[in-house]
């Protein structure tokens, strides 16, 4: 959808430096960008290729404007800005109403005349999809399970019984919510399963990544706050609690009943133990393994960088002898 970049600097926040006239009509990057497309730079690894772009406007912070040969899009939060353009640049498609003469349906199901069921589709009994929502080819729908207004489960997607799902939810190619919970009891040499009773309850506006798993509850339910965004391939337990407006980035595991605050931002590969809690507004940063309660808001880290590895390898050998250097010093001390 183009756009003057008058439009955008209103539909952005952002100050216009340049011709308001300047008719755009895709994003690009700084490299790659040319006439009639608009980049971004909020990232400062990418600041020397910002000279040299043939994008037709560039948005920017205020330290940036100076070296930009281009119109500029001036803003406090180039991100934020960028994002907001994108969305009036690619608007989403509208989808149409119908359901696939392939789709399966059990008993006593509430379907709105306005959803979408696609290919190959399997719904269960006692299904409620409600308004605009939108069901992808070869989902699997089991039985009790409700779906709120235009909600998207994109392909492959299995929701288990009786998962409840808010509006505007989206789920991405091969989620699955609502498996069984780690639910086991060791007797002697083998392992008892414990049924897993409870179900999955997933609040408005969250988004959940590709081939990630959200396991239901063993007793109650596995609660995601609103606004909630899960990336790729992340696992959560039986029985977890994440907060409002909570990021969790790909490959993220977080054991079962641990508790996570409001607005917390945890990065990539990170292993959160079970039965912790973590207060609202922490920040924990990729490969970080926590394994006890975080009580007070801030950034927190525990994964070590690479290095060159006969550097690590001495590293190594002299942490095992941490302990036996530590007491040598304090009974030296005494």
Known sequence: MPASLGELSQISGARLEGDAGCII???????????????????????????????????????????????????????????KIANHLYPSTELPEYIDESAVFGSECSIDDSASISA????????????????????????????????????????????VLGKNVILHPGVVIGADGFGLAQEKDQWIKIPQIGSVKISDN?????????????????????????DNQVQIGHNVVVGENTAIAGCTAIGGSSVIGKRCMIGGAVAINGHIEIVDDVIITAMSGVANSIKSPGVYSSGLPVTDNRIWRRNVIRFKKLDEIIKKIMSRLE
Do not use: M, W
């Open 120 to 163: 190959n589709v399997v719904v269960g009994n006692n299904v409620v999809i409600r308004s605009g929502s939108y069901i992808g080819p070869g989902c699997v729908i089991e039985d009790n399970v409700e779906i709120g207004e235009n909600t998207s489960l994109v392909a492959n997607v299995t929701l288990c019984h009786d998962v």
């Open 25 to 83: 009509n895709a994003l690009n990057t700084l490299k790659l960008a040319k006439d009639g497309e608009i980049s971004f730079l909020s990232n400062r690894h990418y600041a020397h290729q910002l000279p040299q772009t043939n994008a037709s406007a560039v948005i920017l912070s205020e330290d940036d404007f100076k070296n930009c040969p281009t119109n500029s899009l001036v803003s406090e939060t180039p991100y934020l800005a960028y994002a």
């Open 206 to 230: 969250v988004e959940v990544g590709a081939n990630s798993t959200i396991d239901r509850g063993a007793i109650e339910a596995t609660i995601i706050g609103p606004g909630v965004k899960i």
